[in-house]
């Protein structure tokens, strides 16, 4: 998994990172929180696939990064 997030970090490729991410999407993921970034990419297609990866993350601290990039005033 170490592998994969390296790619993320390295990968400017939309469908190479969109495929990284359903990667990581299906084998799950408890820190999602290197994902979050990619929730602002401009392609859709990444925004898309970080989306559906999270979806399937239960780690609190992706829940809390996501709510901190949500309301970032609070």
Same mark, same amino acid.
């Given at each position: ?8 970090? &390295? ?5 190479? *990172? &969109?495929? /990284? *991410?359903?990667? /990581?999407? @299906? @084998? ?25 990866? *999270? ?11 996501? /709510?901190?990039? &949500?309301?970032?005033?609070?």
């Amino acid at each position: 998994m170490e592998n994969l997030i390296k790619q993320l970090k &390295s990968e400017n490729n939309k469908d190479k *990172l &969109s495929n /990284i *991410l359903e990667v /990581i999407e @299906k @084998k799950g993921l408890e820190d999602c929180t290197h994902i979050l970034p990619f929730l602002s990419d401009r392609r859709y297609q990444v925004r898309h696939s970080a989306i559906n990866t *999270l979806r399937k993350c239960n780690g609190l601290k992706t829940e809390e990064a996501l /709510i901190v990039r &949500s309301y970032p005033f609070n």
